[in-house]
Nanobody, 130 residues
Framework: QVQLVESGGALVQAGGSLRLSCAAS????????VGWFRQAPGKEREFVAA????????FYTDSVKGRFTISRDNAKSTVYLQMNSLKPEDTAVYYC???????????????????????WGQGTQVTVSS
């Protein structure tokens, strides 16, 4: 079992920055792939970024490439999402999610689906004002 707790969400002006944290408990976290998703009011939850268990591979949705950076510190059982140059359209509840077991093929397209993850946090609100 893995438990996830997000933090770092806030109200920020457009162009500003935030760093979200996803703190995990559970002995298998260091072997988990982790993804960040977001859900805006009235919209479906969408993929934002993902990172492999080692941190050696990272993936982003096109709308955040060059602005967001996902990273992890397995010694601290924490995954981060550094968000720069924030835009009003980034406003959403941000969730982190973990997947325990996966093969290399999972990084084809499966990692972008919320249904591929085993564990979820409760979410943290990010609001970007214009």
């Amino acid at each position: 079992q893995v438990q996830l707790v997000e933090s770092g969400g806030a109200l920020v002006q457009a162009g500003g920055s935030l760093r979200l944290s996803c703190a995990a408990s559970g002995r298998t976290f260091s072997s988990c792939a982790v993804g960040w998703f977001r859900q805006a009011p009235g919209k479906e939850r969408e993929f934002v970024a993902a990172i492999s268990w080692s941190g050696g591979s990272t993936f982003y949705t096109d709308s955040v490439k060059g602005r967001f950076t996902i990273s992890r510190d397995n010694a601290k059982s924490t995954v981060y999402l550094q968000m720069n140059s924030l835009k009003p359209e980034d406003t959403a509840v941000y969730y982190c999610a973990a997947r325990e077991a996966y093969g290399s093929n999972w990084w084809g397209t499966a990692f972008r689906s919320q249904y591929e993850y085993d564990y979820w946090g409760q979410g943290t609100q990010v609001t970007v004002s214009s």
